[in-house]
Every structure is written in C-alpha cells, then in structure tokens.
C-alpha cells in the first residue's frame, strides 16, 4: 500500500465502482472495458453499502502488516446490485457467521505502518 | 451570539462503537475490586480511530440531511490519529465533499460545540448553505489512572444548514465562555493527558458551566422552566446531575441526555451525542439547552428549539438507545489490545 493507494482512494473508502452506460452492467473494482458488452463507455457509481455473505473463511496467520488483527474474517459479499465485493468482516467471530447473513460496509483503519508512518483506510463489512 | 439568517439542524448521526469494558474490569485489574462510577464505556475495535468513527456518524447525519454539498467540515477532537495531517479531509474524501473549508478543531471536550458555533456562523452570515460539526474521541485515559473508568469512544455529527420547513432543529441562541485554566492537558508527544483532579470540579467545570448556562439565561430572558430538555457535558455521571440542579433544572429534563453511565465519557461527542439521544424522542416546539465543556477551558451554550420536521427527518435515525444497547462485553485484556495499551 502506498502511491497506488492514493490514488484509488475513492475506491475503498465510498466503495466507487464503474456502471455501463450501454449495458448497465455494474462492476468493482472498476474496469475499463465492460466485462460483459465489451462497451468503454463506463461511468463512475457508488455501489449499493448493503449486501449478504457468499462465503467467508477465518485467517490465524494473515500478512506481515495485519499480525494484530488476527484472527481475521474475510468473506465474499454479494451487494445489492449483484457485484460481488472480497473484504474482511469485523465485530464479530466465526461463530456467528452464515452464508446469506446481511451485511454493510463500514469505514475503518485497513492498515497503519507502525506508529509513525501513514494509515490507510477503507471499506471493510459488518453484521447488519 | 445570534447570526443573521436562522440556523438549524438538518440532520445528525451518531456512531458507538460494538464494544464495552464493565468498569468493574478496570477496578479487578487496578483496584483490587470494585467499579467505576460508570457501569461501562464504549471502546473502539483495533481498527477504529477518531477518522473513522468521525465518518460513520457523518454518513448517518448526511442520510438524515439529504444535503448534496456542504460547505464546510469541521472535526472537533483531542484523539487526532495524526498530530499533522486533518481528521477533516479523511472525513470529506469520504463524503465525496472537496469543495469544502476543512478543518479540525481542539478544544478538550468542547472541540465540537465550538465547530457548532463557527458554522452556525458561516451558515448563518449567508456564506455557505451546510456545513457538518462533527464530535470524536478515542478518549485516552493512562492505564490504571482515575480517568481511564470514564474515557469511552463515540462520534456524533450535524449537518446544520439555514432554517427551512427541512430542518429540525432552530438554532435560537448560542453563547460562548472561557478562561486559562489548567484543569488538563496533554503536552505535544505525550500519549495521554493529565490533570490535577482537585481542580477539575469547581473551578473548571461547574465555573464555566454555570458561567455560559447564565449567560445564555440573561442574554436571552431564559430559565430553566423554558426547557423541555437539558443535555450537560459528561465527564462522569455526577458532575451533570449536580450542576443541572444548580442551575434549576429537574431530573427529568436531563434523563434523556444522560449517557456517561452506560457508555462513559465520549470528550468531543459527549454533549453532542447527549443532544441526539434528546432529538431521537423530542416533539415538535420542545426547547432544548445544551451546554459543553472543554478543559482549558471553556463551554458554550445553546437554546434550540424542536421544529415539525422532527418526525419525518428521525425516521431515518439511528437511535442512541439502539446503539448503547446493542454490545459486546470484553475483558482487560482485549481491551488493552484494541486500544494499544500494550508497548511491543
Ligand atoms: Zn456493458
């Protein structure tokens, strides 16, 4: 994470996504060419907060960079407007998790490079 | 203080955090036993900052506002994740607000009312349509200190735009107070504040308290029978019940705004938050008194009054009472966790 980020700021933090203006296909990530009309007229959109879990699986052993927020859940969530979104789910534990559970996106800290470098924020998913 | 064009509240968002630590795990881990004289607060997870807190309460007041551009975003804090570099542009990157004055304000406790005040100013002279006064902390408390029962976490915000039939909430008056007092503080690159504990009553809060509640009484031709409502600072859960009493108001004008015991003290949101507790169940024409404190110090005042627009804008309110109530307890030790309390 460091100049990339910057960059797509837009994407994790309000979770912009691209809409097809010939197809009204929705994609996220964005892509540059419509995935399924192969149109380029693609437009920026805010995707849907809300969705509900495909899957999700528990990480003991994460990254370099994540050792404190271990254990953690990572879950595939289908948004309302069908795009499916990868993101870790907080605020709770694995007990608690089923497939088709809803849930919202959240604005938290994804990453900090120790105390005295930058933090980088982004979406991450909660129990609706 | 009046401004020249009416103000009011065109919506407000609070965010708690999931997380609880009973005081009586403080006092086991401290004390040898016992409790706090909060039953519990509210603690941010590992990955929630005053950044992050500020822009979940900020999307709720904008859901609630229906507002498209603010003109201005201030962050009242003392929790700022960085000394250099502004809570306020996290929150407006967020918000997909750019053409905006961002600022963070500080201010001990009262860093949000006064973000109130400046833009109730800015709104209120004509130079911007909206504005959002956001209150966050991460309050931090020393390990094993007096202070760390109460230090909770939370955010609350407002959009405060000209008084229209889409506002809440008028604005009627608003004064402000202060005076060099060494109550508390924390010098630059230290980690948590300090104060002289003997001092933080009298002279510090109930003096200026009572101080800008008066003033706003006299400016204004004000008693405290005039209020439905009244939401004090709430640095413990005493302090706002003794200096309400002082000041002529009743038990029952303060129950609604009361939070300290079940969440903490919140610093920045503390009083703000106590307000939108108010606003979740006031009715159309009830007054509303709400007086901050910041250590340093100072506080600032404000009579609202409760429009029509209430019932239809709450609808879309999350309810304080649903976020203190909906939790998770945690021990010591995860709590020391989260909030970094261990030195790797
Ligand atoms: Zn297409």
């Keep these: 994470m460091s100049i990339s980020y910057w960059r797509l700021k837009d994407r994790y933090y309000r979770l912009i996504g691209v809409s097809c203006e010939d197809c009204k296909s929705e994609f996220f990530p964005p892509v540059h060419v419509c995935r399924r009309c192969g149109s380029r007229k693609l437009v920026d959109r805010d995707m849907p907060r809300t969705g509900k879990i495909v899957t999700y699986t528990e990480l003991r052993e994460t990254l370099a960079g994540f050792e404190d927020q271990e254990p953690m859940l990572l879950c595939i969530v289908q948004l309302e407007n069908g795009v499916k979104v990868l993101g870790q789910i907080v605020d709770t534990t694995v007990e608690n998790l089923s497939i088709g559970d809803k849930v919202k996106a959240v604005f938290r800290k994804i990453q900090e490079h120790g105390s005295s470098g930058q933090i980088f924020y982004g979406y991450k998913f909660v129990k609706a | ?344």
């Design chain 2, 1 to 344: 203080m009046k401004t020249h064009y009416d103000v009011g509240i065109a919506g407000y968002g609070v965010y708690l955090p999931l997380y609880r630590l009973p005081t009586t795990e403080i006092a086991r881990v401290w004390k040898g036993g016992g409790a706090g004289p909060n039953k519990e607060k509210a603690v941010a997870s590992i990955d929630e900052d005053s950044s992050t807190m500020a822009v979940e309460a900020a999307r709720r007041a904008m859901d609630m506002a229906e507002v498209s551009r603010l003109g201005a975003i201030f962050v009242g804090t003392e929790s700022k994740p960085y000394a250099v570099k502004p809570t306020s542009t996290i929150v407006a990157q967020a918000l997909g607000q750019h053409f905006v004055l961002a600022s963070d304000m500080e201010f001990a406790c009262k860093a949000a009312t006064e973000a109130i005040q400046v833009i109730r100013g800015l709104v209120g002279s004509g130079m911007i349509q909206n504005g959002l006064a956001i209150g966050v902390d991460t309050a931090q408390g020393r390990p094993g200190d007096d202070l760390e029962f109460t230090t909770g976490s939370g955010a609350a915000a407002y959009v405060l735009s000209r008084s229209s039939p889409e506002t809440l909430a008028t604005v009627e008056a608003g004064v402000s107070y202060v005076t060099d007092t060494g109550d508390f503080w924390r010098r630059q690159n230290e980690k948590y504040p300090r104060h002289l504990s003997r001092f933080t009553g009298e002279p510090a809060y109930f003096h200026h308290v009572e101080t800008s509640v008066k003033q706003l009484f006299e400016a204004y031709g004000l008693k405290a029978s005039d209020f439905t409502y009244a939401v004090f600072h709430q640095p413990n859960p005493r302090f706002p019940v003794e200096v309400a009493h002082r000041l002529g108001f009743k038990a029952e004008q303060i129950k609604t705004g009361l939070l300290n015991p079940m969440i903490g003290n919140t610093y920045s949101a503390s009083s703000p938050m106590g307000l939108a507790a108010v606003l979740d169940e006031a009715k159309p024409g009830d007054r509303v008194m709400i007086a901050s404190f910041g250590s340093g110090a100072g506080s600032d005042a404000f009579a609202l009054r409760v429009t029509d627009a209430i019932e239809k804008k709450r609808k879309k309110a999350v309810k304080v009472a649903d976020l203190i109530s909906k939790n998770t307890k945690i021990d010591y030790a995860t709590y020391a966790k989260f909030r970094g309390k261990f030195t790797k």
